[in-house]
């Protein structure tokens, strides 16, 4: 289960929703197991049932129980032989960690970090009360105090590079990085230099991402021969520019990938692709 919550006006500027999510081991033939695609957002996440592992380039991770990471850049699979997985999370948008702790992005990539060391801050009293509260309303409600208790006074100040983020996001990820700096009147090195800073990865990176999950967000799971049509919608240079993409991402060809397969993924990148908000 999968339920999305909204955020407070104070915070939306760094947060773009939360979430929580439940995963019974009895709903999968064995093992928790689902694959995740790159989102272009960091997460900051508390566990509280269970305990997953992270799979990226065959390499496996333990993630620390409350963990934050930046951006994600490939493919990767979140798996647990626990009989229940249970988590609240924050989805931050492409900016808002940098704009919240001033960390540099780029050390964040890839890497999950435990949260305390993020924060900051002592979480002994906000444990308590997370793991004491049952509700997971109440404890997205937990999380968002104890952002907001952490922003105090701070005042969000947007910069070129949030310009920027908004004009990639709005071309569904298929205006050149060219033309973002120009319309900018930016160089094209200093905007690269300060992008990585600022959300974790080179903007090309970005900007592809986005316009993967644009149209993997239009695939037609009944019929998936509407590829061609969605290859020309998006500005892919051909066919092959397209599925190179798609192995990237997905881990097979266009021919061989079955939607069903995914479950996490066709609920939160196809049916309601709230990573797109």
Not at 3 to 25: A, C, G, H, M, N
Not at 162 to 168: G, L, N
Request: glycine fraction near 4%; charged fraction near 25%.
């Amino acid at each position: 289960m999968f339920t999305t919550y909204p955020v407070t006006k104070k915070l939306q500027p760094y947060v773009s929703f939360y979430y929580d999510i439940i995963w019974e081991r009895k709903d999968y033939e064995n093992d928790i197991r689902e694959t995740v695609l790159p989102s272009g957002k960091g997460f900051m996440v508390f566990q509280h049932q269970g305990r997953f592992r992270g799979m990226m380039d065959t390499k496996e991770q333990s993630v620390p129980k409350y963990y934050t990471i930046g951006q994600q850049t490939k493919t990767y699979t979140l798996f647990s032989d626990h009989e229940t997985n249970a988590l609240t999370g924050v989805a931050f948008k492409p900016t808002g960690l940098y704009h919240f702790f001033g960390q540099n992005m780029s050390l964040l990539t890839n890497t999950p970090a435990d949260s305390k060391t993020v924060l900051g801050s002592d979480l002994t009293h906000f444990e308590t009360s997370y793991e004491k509260e049952l509700r997971a309303g109440k404890k997205v409600e937990l999380v968002e105090q104890l952002l907001l208790d952490l922003l105090e006074d701070k005042k969000y100040v947007p910069n070129f590079i949030d310009i920027a983020i908004d004009m990639m996001d709005r071309s569904l990820g298929c205006e050149p990085i060219t033309k973002v700096t120009k319309k900018l009147n930016v160089s094209e090195r200093y905007f690269q230099k300060k992008f990585k800073e600022v959300v974790g990865i080179a903007p090309s990176v970005y900007n592809r991402m986005v316009r993967f999950n644009n149209l993997f967000s239009q695939i037609d799971a009944e019929d998936q021969n509407n590829y061609k049509t969605l290859v020309a919608l998006f500005n892919y240079y051909d066919l092959a520019h397209f599925s190179k993409d798609f192995k990237k991402y997905c881990g097979e060809s266009p021919k061989k990938f079955h939607l069903d397969k995914f479950k996490f993924v066709k609920e939160a990148f196809v049916k309601n692709p709230i990573f797109l908000k």
